[in-house]
């Protein structure tokens, strides 16, 4: 369908009640929701004009995470995917989006390479993976994330599962983090917080504070 913007992008509908919607700009899943109440944030000041990137839902970073020798975050969330393949299995749609290099992404990176993105959408989870293929005739190295916006209370958001990590503590200074352990088992955000987990495990509880752990 035509999404804000003139953008095209894909609705998701589960038989189980929950939908989704995906642009193809940026391959940004921009809408969760499970029944009524959409889990993902857009910003009020997002742009859809297919040249700025999405800020919000669900933005890739590749193949770069962060500032680095091209733009910060990489390329893949400033170009537009391509449908490769769709499914239905009991009620479940799958969706999977493919990018591969252009004249765009060889201006900053040059490799030959291609990206699938499936989504499967199910009655309560969203689930995501991005696989990468080298298609060049030399080795690359990348980094990479699904940069999720969570719709949110901040005075009510807690996080569980990171008490024993080592923390780098950017708040500070983000030049020279400093290090320490995590060790609370419920961590809150008071206040500005800009801080990375080393080493986390598979599996994090996130309290949004609107009711609902993600």
């Not at 449908?83 to 009620?91: H, K, L, R, T, Y």
């Not at 765009?104 to 689930?127: C, E, G, P, T, V």
């Not at 024993?164 to 320490?180: A, H, I, M, Y």
């Not at 088992?185 to 495990?201: H, K, Q, R, S, W």
């Amino acid at each position: 369908t035509e999404g804000n913007g003139g953008l095209p992008k894909v609705n998701l509908v589960s038989s189980h009640g929950s939908e989704a919607e995906i642009y193809l700009f940026g391959g940004c899943v921009t809408s969760w929701k499970v029944p009524n109440k959409d889990l993902l944030f857009v910003r009020p000041d997002a742009v859809f004009n297919g040249k700025k990137p999405i800020s919000g839902g669900i933005p890739h970073c590749f193949p770069q995470f962060g500032p680095g020798p091209m733009q910060q975050h990489g390329f893949a969330r400033n170009m537009s995917w391509s449908i490769a393949d769709s499914d239905n299995i009991e009620g479940d749609p799958i969706l999977t989006l493919e990018l591969r290099d252009d004249p765009y992404s060889r201006s900053m990176w040059d490799f030959s390479f291609q990206a699938l993105y499936k989504i499967r959408l199910h009655s309560n989870s969203l689930y995501t993976v991005l696989t990468v293929t080298n298609t060049d005739k030399k080795p690359f190295s990348f980094t990479t994330a699904l940069h999720t916006y969570f719709h949110a209370s901040i005075t009510g958001v807690s996080v569980k599962g990171l008490k024993g990590c080592k923390t780098l503590n950017k708040d500070p200074d983000p030049s020279n983090p400093l290090v320490g352990k995590e060790e609370r088992e419920v961590i809150t955000f008071p206040g500005f917080v800009d801080c990375v987990y080393l080493d986390a495990p598979q599996e994090l509880q996130l309290d949004n504070g609107l009711g609902d752990v993600l």
